[in-house]
């Protein structure tokens, strides 16, 4: 079972930071509860009722083919352009998602000595299909979206509007928590915190590596995101593990001052004046309070190393993504300077597997 | 050419000749039932369809005319016999003549000589695979002095029925049940003499590579993907195209075959190497003659917790695609591929079909490691650590086939010399005459190269 708690309002030791908290006024006017929420179901999951005839779902295939083949041309942007290649690959994911059948029916014809009478049975509607892939290509909708689902790490999340949709670079979060905790036991047995956790990924990641002792409070201010998150932990079996918490940062997380072993977030880092510039699929359909960390960024990375300071017990590890270079820096001569000198130790930053200087960890004093 | 085939041979022949004489014995004109009898009574319905025979001739064994049918049927049954006799000798003939069987004496000879030496025993180790590899060869002459003993005696009981006026079931039998036996036999020392690679009996995965020449390299290593795509579904594999790189106008630039089932990889594993196409280009208006090629590389498919081998983690160089940019948050792109090249080697795999950057990584560690595995077995290293890595530079090695689609067809293989002028049915899958050419042009190398050492 989850808990997920309604949006409470305190007026905690932490509503000091509030200034670094954006989101919090956002909520004041109607009281959302993630309850009454009902997440989409992501298109493998969807019950096979549509039955086809073969040679229509090649005619789609073509027709989706043909136009994932053109966007190279129509493109003029050339910092923003889709890639056919990685179009037609997500074309064949789309094929696998959608389809009961075998996909390879469909992706070698010329293998099969039928004449597409037969019918096969689909999770969408012909019609879908067609929408779903204009969507993905003229919409710029995020593929993730369109399907419903991402693979992440050796996860299938459930991903919906509203949900930012977890990215590669994250994957390694999870590995520096798994490398910690394997190295020392000490970090199994307490709780940790995942916040702004969206889609639930890196709590269900950490719980997963934490075995059947772990605790993970995973929270977020988006009624949407809790919903879509409760429903991972759900299908990960995670319920005894995780509990996703609706509110800002810390707030849900009242009574547990100083008892955190552990604390991650991947919060909206991207600076307000980048986000018209962003990529189609991001800008245009992910969701700003994800994405949108203020003037500089920092906005809730700051509030979240202030948290850090109040919630980690001694001892306690923390690892915060960044948006690189210049930003990772910044958090860390933060956390160096006058506020919250003398409460880490050991600060580094951590590229990605690009060479982004991407992550600022550390341990509370 | 002396063996010791004899003694058995004579053993034998001396008990066909005592039924023979007991054959003699019976009246010529005495129904087939009587002499089936000794056959116990419960095998009579599934055994052999002579079995079938005698009971109709027991339901009316006092018709004269139904024991001519009968006689009919027998000799119907005889002639297959005779056919798979024929069969089965050139088969034992063949093995024979491959199994290098002056080599396999000599060797013999040579260990049994190293054996007797006085200071054999000094280093004990050495002593104990000297021995275990003379059983090896011992059970091996054995066994191929016992084909040519079955096939013998098989011949024997033909010859002695085409001389006889009538026919012993019982007999008959016997050479029925030998040559079933022997084909058994025959079957799995082909198999362990063809197949006996550490990876032979797993699957594969096969990774087809278009060569430089654009389109028509393209077009072509399609071909060749439809070729083993067809080849593994006539042996009734699985077969799952994990990977596939399409080319800009036709064809593909890469695809990733896996084929599920035993002895995958050891049938399949020759046909590593560029094949060579030569035709009229379908993409070229003059229609010109055209040269392409297309690298065919194979790896056992090896399930994760068989490849039992770790690799320092200074020694991979794992490398994942960029999104691009700022990267994170900024970017939104399902490009999760990664590359891993074992860095003292040079060796690399990449792998781009799954959906998640970790299932990649895990997915092309495991396909590093087995085509380390297999270079190490080629170059009879014991690990890792002692490939070499210059030998491994070439690619896809050597050219090894040739496909001729025009001003003639034919289809050549380079290393065996074995050839077809039927390029479509080759094109649609029929290989094994390549497969088969192949594993035992292997093995005789291999055999020669044993003597040599």
Same mark, same amino acid.
């Given at each position: 079972?989850?808990?997920?708690?309604?949006?409470?309002?305190?007026?905690?030791?932490?509503?000091?930071?509030?200034?670094?908290?954006?989101?919090?006024?956002?909520?004041?006017?109607?009281?959302?509860?993630?309850?009454?929420?009902?997440?989409?179901?992501?298109?493998?999951?969807?019950?096979?009722?549509?039955?086809?005839?073969?040679?229509?779902?090649?005619?789609?295939?073509?027709?989706?083919?043909?136009?994932?083949?053109?966007?190279?041309?129509?493109?003029?942007?050339?910092?923003?352009?889709?890639?056919?290649?990685?179009?037609?690959?997500?074309?064949?994911?789309?094929?696998?998602?959608?389809?009961?059948?075998?996909?390879?029916?469909?992706?070698?014809?010329?293998?099969?000595?039928?004449?597409?009478?037969?019918?096969?049975?689909?999770?969408?509607?012909?019609?879908?299909?067609?929408?779903?892939?204009?969507?993905?290509?003229?919409?710029?909708?995020?593929?993730?979206?369109?399907?419903?689902?991402?693979?992440?790490?050796?996860?299938?999340?459930?991903?919906?509007?509203?949900?930012?949709?977890?990215?590669?670079?994250?994957?390694?979060?999870?590995?520096?928590?798994?490398?910690?905790?394997?190295?020392?036991?000490?970090?199994?047995?307490?709780?940790?915190?995942?916040?702004?956790?969206?889609?639930?990924?890196?709590?269900?990641?950490?719980?997963?590596?934490?075995?059947?002792?772990?605790?993970?409070?995973?929270?977020?201010?988006?009624?949407?995101?809790?919903?879509?998150?409760?429903?991972?932990?759900?299908?990960?079996?995670?319920?005894?593990?995780?509990?996703?918490?609706?509110?800002?940062?810390?707030?849900?997380?009242?009574?547990?001052?100083?008892?955190?072993?552990?604390?991650?977030?991947?919060?909206?880092?991207?600076?307000?004046?980048?986000?018209?510039?962003?990529?189609?699929?991001?800008?245009?359909?992910?969701?700003?309070?994800?994405?949108?960390?203020?003037?500089?960024?920092?906005?809730?990375?700051?509030?979240?190393?202030?948290?850090?300071?109040?919630?980690?017990?001694?001892?306690?590890?923390?690892?915060?993504?960044?948006?690189?270079?210049?930003?990772?820096?910044?958090?860390?001569?933060?956390?160096?300077?006058?506020?919250?000198?003398?409460?880490?130790?050991?600060?580094?930053?951590?590229?990605?597997?690009?060479?982004?200087?991407?992550?600022?960890?550390?341990?509370?004093? | 050419?002396?063996?010791?085939? #004899?003694?058995?041979?004579?053993?034998?022949?001396?008990?066909?000749?005592?039924?023979?004489?007991?054959?003699?014995?019976?009246?010529?004109?005495?129904?087939?039932?009587?002499?089936?009898?000794?056959?116990?009574?419960?095998?009579?319905?599934?055994?052999?369809?002579?079995?079938?025979?005698?009971?109709?001739?027991?339901?009316?064994?006092?018709?004269?005319?139904?024991?001519?049918?009968?006689?009919?049927?027998?000799?119907?049954?005889?002639?297959?016999?005779?056919?798979?006799?024929?069969?089965?000798?050139?088969?034992?003939?063949?093995?024979?003549?491959?199994?290098?069987?002056?080599?396999?004496?000599?060797?013999?000879? +040579?260990?049994?000589?190293?054996?007797?030496?006085?200071?054999?025993?000094?280093?004990?180790?050495?002593?104990?695979?000297?021995?275990?590899?003379?059983?090896?060869?011992?059970?091996?002459?054995?066994?191929?002095?016992?084909?040519?003993?079955?096939?013998?005696?098989?011949?024997?009981?033909?010859?002695?029925?085409?001389?006889?006026?009538?026919?012993?079931?019982?007999?008959?039998?016997?050479?029925?049940?030998?040559?079933?036996?022997?084909?058994?036999?025959?079957?799995?020392?082909?198999?362990?003499?063809?197949?006996?690679?550490?990876?032979?009996?797993?699957?594969?995965?096969?990774?087809?590579?278009?060569?430089?020449?654009?389109?028509?390299?393209?077009?072509?290593?399609?071909?060749?993907?439809? /070729?083993? /795509?067809?080849?593994?579904?006539?042996?009734?594999?699985?077969?799952?195209?994990?990977?596939?790189? +399409?080319?800009?106008?036709?064809?593909?630039?890469?695809?990733?075959?896996?084929?599920?089932?035993?002895?995958?990889?050891?049938?399949?594993?020759?046909?590593?190497?560029?094949?060579?196409?030569?035709?009229?280009?379908?993409?070229?208006?003059?229609?010109?003659?055209?040269?392409?090629?297309?690298?065919?590389?194979?790896?056992? #498919?090896?399930?994760?917790?068989?490849?039992?081998?770790?690799?320092?983690?200074?020694?991979?160089?794992?490398?994942?695609?960029?999104?691009?940019?700022?990267?994170?948050?900024?970017?939104?792109?399902?490009?999760?591929?990664?590359?891993?090249?074992?860095?003292?080697?040079?060796?690399?795999?990449?792998?781009?079909?799954?959906?998640?950057?970790?299932?990649?990584?895990?997915?092309?560690?495991?396909?590093?490691?087995?085509?380390?595995?297999?270079?190490?077995?080629?170059?009879?290293?014991?690990?890792?650590?002692?490939?070499?890595?210059?030998?491994?530079?070439?690619?896809?090695?050597?050219?090894?086939?040739?496909?001729?689609?025009?001003?003639?067809? #034919?289809?050549?293989?380079?290393?065996?010399?074995?050839?077809?002028?039927?390029?479509?049915?080759? /094109?649609?899958?029929?290989?094994?005459?390549?497969?088969?050419?192949?594993?035992?042009?292997?093995?005789?190398?291999?055999?020669?190269?044993?003597?040599?050492?």
């Amino acid at each position: 079972m989850i808990r997920i708690f309604p949006s409470l309002r305190f007026t905690s030791l932490l509503s000091a930071a509030k200034p670094l908290c954006s989101y919090s006024p956002a909520k004041s006017s109607t009281e959302t509860n993630s309850l009454s929420i009902t997440p989409k179901t992501p298109l493998f999951l969807r019950t096979p009722s549509h039955a086809t005839s073969l040679s229509e779902v090649w005619k789609w295939h073509d027709w989706a083919k043909d136009l994932a083949s053109s966007v190279e041309e129509s493109s003029t942007n050339s910092e923003d352009v889709l890639d056919s290649v990685i179009l037609h690959r997500e074309l064949k994911w789309l094929i696998e998602d959608s389809i009961v059948d075998d996909p390879l029916v469909i992706l070698h014809r010329s293998e099969i000595a039928d004449n597409g009478e037969k019918n096969v049975k689909l999770r969408a509607s012909l019609e879908e299909l067609y929408d779903l892939w204009r969507q993905r290509i003229e919409k710029r909708r995020p593929f993730q979206y369109v399907v419903g689902c991402e693979y992440w790490r050796d996860l299938v999340l459930c991903v919906e509007e509203g949900v930012l949709i977890p990215r590669p670079e994250t994957e390694l979060i999870v590995d520096m928590v798994e490398e910690l905790v394997t190295r020392d036991e000490w970090f199994k047995k307490g709780f940790w915190a995942d916040l702004g956790t969206g889609s639930g990924a890196i709590a269900i990641g950490i719980a997963k590596v934490l075995g059947s002792r772990g605790r993970v409070i995973a929270t977020d201010l988006s009624p949407v995101a809790v919903a879509v998150a409760g429903k991972n932990v759900q299908r990960y079996g995670l319920e005894g593990m995780i509990e996703v918490r609706e509110g800002s940062w810390f707030e849900p997380l009242k009574g547990l001052e100083g008892k955190l072993v552990g604390l991650v977030s991947n919060p909206p880092y991207i600076p307000s004046d980048d986000i018209p510039g962003l990529q189609a699929e991001v800008g245009k359909h992910e969701p700003k309070l994800a994405l949108d960390g203020g003037i500089d960024g920092t906005d809730s990375l700051l509030h979240l190393c202030y948290g850090a300071s109040q919630m980690l017990q001694r001892g306690g590890f923390f690892v915060f993504e960044t948006n690189g270079e210049k930003q990772s820096k910044m958090i860390v001569d933060y956390m160096m300077s006058n506020d919250l000198k003398d409460c880490f130790s050991d600060l580094k930053i951590v590229s990605d597997f690009a060479g982004i200087n991407r992550f600022v960890t550390g341990f509370r004093l | 050419m002396v063996l010791t085939v #004899l003694g058995p041979l004579a053993g034998r022949s001396f008990a066909i000749t005592g039924k023979h004489k007991l054959l003699l014995l019976r009246p010529t004109n005495l129904p087939l039932l009587r002499l089936s009898l000794p056959l116990p009574p419960p095998q009579f319905s599934s055994s052999s369809s002579f079995v079938s025979v005698v009971f109709a001739a027991q339901e009316s064994n006092l018709s004269v005319s139904n024991e001519n049918e009968t006689s009919e049927w027998l000799m119907q049954d005889f002639y297959t016999l005779r056919k798979d006799v024929e069969i089965a000798s050139a088969r034992v003939e063949e093995i024979r003549a491959s199994a290098g069987l002056e080599q396999l004496e000599q060797e013999i000879a +040579n260990l049994e000589s190293k054996a007797t030496d006085t200071s054999f025993w000094d280093d004990r180790t050495k002593a104990q695979e000297t021995l275990s590899a003379l059983n090896d060869l011992k059970d091996r002459m054995r066994l191929l002095s016992e084909f040519k003993t079955m096939v013998e005696d098989a011949e024997t009981i033909v010859k002695l029925t085409e001389e006889m006026d009538s026919t012993d079931v019982s007999l008959l039998e016997e050479a029925m049940g030998i040559i079933k036996e022997l084909n058994k036999s025959l079957d799995r020392f082909e198999l362990t003499q063809l197949l006996s690679g550490p990876y032979d009996k797993e699957g594969a995965v096969v990774y087809i590579t278009a060569g430089a020449g654009g389109t028509d390299a393209q077009d072509w290593a399609d071909m060749l993907l439809r /070729m083993y /795509m067809r080849w593994g579904e006539k042996q009734r594999y699985k077969t799952k195209v994990v990977e596939m790189s +399409n080319g800009e106008e036709a064809g593909i630039k890469s695809a990733t075959l896996e084929i599920e089932g035993r002895y995958a990889y050891g049938y399949i594993s020759g046909e590593k190497g560029t094949h060579r196409i030569v035709r009229q280009s379908p993409f070229n208006s003059k229609g010109l003659r055209q040269t392409s090629f297309s690298g065919v590389e194979v790896m056992p #498919l090896l399930p994760e917790e068989a490849v039992g081998i770790e690799i320092p983690e200074e020694d991979l160089d794992i490398s994942f695609t960029r999104a691009g940019g700022k990267g994170g948050q900024n970017v939104n792109k399902v490009e999760t591929a990664v590359r891993i090249t074992h860095i003292p080697t040079g060796v690399a795999v990449r792998c781009t079909e799954e959906r998640s950057q970790l299932a990649n990584k895990t997915r092309a560690l495991i396909r590093l490691k087995a085509k380390l595995l297999v270079i190490a077995e080629e170059q009879r290293a014991t690990e890792i650590k002692e490939i070499r890595g210059d030998a491994v530079k070439a690619e896809w090695g050597q050219q090894i086939r040739n496909y001729v689609f025009h001003p003639y067809k #034919l289809v050549k293989d380079v290393r065996t010399g074995h050839e077809t002028s039927d390029i479509t049915s080759v /094109m649609d899958g029929d290989l094994d005459p390549f497969i088969k050419a192949y594993l035992k042009h292997k093995y005789t190398l291999a055999m020669a190269s044993a003597v040599t050492n």
